[in-house]
């Protein structure tokens, strides 16, 4: 999935279909990415989300496919950047990561 400023939610893949998000888990894991405003390079969006970047719309329509997925059967959640720390730096500092877990009353799964 991915999460755009405005709120729109684009799916991307069926949930039975792969998707290469996170090396080792992208047969049993569903991906879910928040677009950062504006145009990056690589360097730029490292820097962009070391600050608050998400939108009260993206942080709201989050909660809600995340919640819709527990309803679906998905039980943990966790970020890029613990799934594969060599290659992904995502959701960043700017993530306000506790309040999304809390929010979407799912259990964080630990690597």
């Known amino acids: 999935y991915l999460i755009c400023p405005s709120g729109v939610i684009i799916q991307t893949r069926e949930h039975n279909q792969m998707a290469w998000h996170a090396k080792g888990f992208n047969t049993n894991s569903i991906g879910i990415e928040f677009l950062v405003s504006g145009l990056h390079t690589y360097e730029t969006f490292l820097e962009a989300i ?62």
């Not at 939108?55 to 709201?60: C, G, I, S």
């Open 50 to 111: 070391k600050q608050p970047y998400l939108t009260n719309q993206q942080l709201e329509q989050g909660i809600t496919l995340c919640k819709h997925l527990k309803n679906e059967g998905v039980k943990k959640i966790t970020r890029h950047d613990e799934l594969d720390p060599n290659r992904k730096k995502d959701p960043g500092e700017g993530f306000p990561w506790h309040q999304f877990v809390e929010k979407t009353e799912l259990s964080i799964l630990t690597i």
